[in-house]
């Protein structure tokens, strides 16, 4: 394939998908790798570009509302209550899908993932395409998801016509995944839209799969998310460093200034802790240190509820028993 093009052109991007290639998209929450759900051989290019097990199913993106009743055959009251509190918004919401959607999307499963994004740059993508359009995060599978288009680029040149480049990603960390059993909602992957924020807004009874069954969402897979560069997490950053002492070491931290003559390389993801700041700088960060030949990257462990319960269980995916 001829080099990919890096661009600001959403026209151009739509007459892309509309031919059927798969493209990189920006999202609010990490880029991805986008096809027309209607067509089949975008729909193949994408499980054979990501290099992704045929049965793991996709997330269909949509522009508005009214393209979710083109997907999804029934929709819950409580369903409706999410879209209009999180939509556009880093929400998936697992509904029954009509017969309409290719069986290769859902990896042959009765459910679709929807979800529409909160980037402008995507909205307009997508309201020009007028039609739903899949795509799973821009990586290969099992690597460290994309929040930039120089992301997308690294891991794909050349492999995809064309990347949308809309900046890097605002929320940093993919969407939260829930589904519904008659009055519970049930939460698949956990992300910056809080069990909290859902209870909050439906008053509904809360159910947590997200580390049961493995598969039934993607990042349930248990190594998942990870750079070449062996990771360990910890909650006693200058224990591990001094362990790890004369190896190349990178720290990734947050909240109280973290200095250690044994390290090479600290990166701060976010000086007040605050937990959806540190989800928008840590692929970037990783993807940085990743790039750096270091022998290890310690990160710190994340509080564990809310967003930070999220960005922990990704990172003990990412992360290499030593
Ligand atoms: O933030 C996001 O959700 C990003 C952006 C690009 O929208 N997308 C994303 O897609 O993270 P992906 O494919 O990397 O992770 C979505 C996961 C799939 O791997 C799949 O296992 C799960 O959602 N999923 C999709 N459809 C499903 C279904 N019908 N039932 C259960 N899980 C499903
Ligand atoms: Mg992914």
Not at 102 to 124: K, N
Not at 208 to 221: F, L
Not at 233 to 252: M, Y
């Amino acid at each position: 394939m001829r080099k990919t093009i890096l661009t600001t052109n959403i026209p151009e991007a739509a007459r892309r998908l509309l031919d059927g290639e798969v493209i990189g998209m920006p999202t609010e929450t990490v880029y991805g790798l986008a096809g027309i759900i209607n067509s089949d051989t975008a729909i193949s290019n994408i499980f054979k570009v990501k290099g992704r097990p045929a049965d793991n199913p996709l997330i269909v993106h949509i522009a508005g509302l009214s393209q979710l009743d083109d997907v999804a055959a029934e929709v819950p009251e409580l369903a409706r209550q999410l879209s209009r509190a999180f939509w556009p918004g880093p929400l998936t919401m697992l509904l029954k899908k009509r017969s309409t959607v290719p069986d290769v999307v859902t990896a042959g499963l009765e459910t679709v993932a929807v979800r529409m994004p909160a980037h402008p740059a995507a909205l307009a993508l997508l309201s020009i395409v007028g039609e739903p359009v899949a795509a799973p995060s821009a990586n290969p599978f099992g690597a460290i998801s994309p929040s930039e288009a120089a992301h997308v680029l690294k891991y794909f040149d050349g492999k995809i016509p064309l990347i949308l480049d809309g900046g890097p990603s605002i929320v940093g960390i993919e969407s939260t995944i829930v589904g519904f059993e008659g009055t519970d909602v049930v939460v698949y992957r956990h992300g910056s839209i809080t069990a909290g924020q859902i209870m909050a807004v439906t008053g509904a009874t809360f159910i947590d799969r997200h580390s049961g069954a493995a598969k039934v969402a993607p990042g349930m897979y248990p190594r998942h998310y990870a750079p070449a560069t062996p990771l360990v997490f910890s909650n006693d950053l200058q224990k591990l460093a001094e362990q790890h002492k004369g190896k190349k070491i990178g720290v990734l931290y947050y909240g109280e200034f973290f200095i250690n003559n044994a390290v090479t390389i600290s990166c701060s993801l976010s000086p007040s802790a605050d937990m959806d700041e540190v989800a928008a700088n840590l692929y970037g960060t990783l993807h940085r240190l990743d790039g750096l030949g270091l022998d290890l990257i310690i990160v710190q462990e994340f509080p564990a509820e809310g967003v930070g319960a999220a960005l922990n269980d990704k990172l003990k995916r990412a992360s290499w028993q030593l």
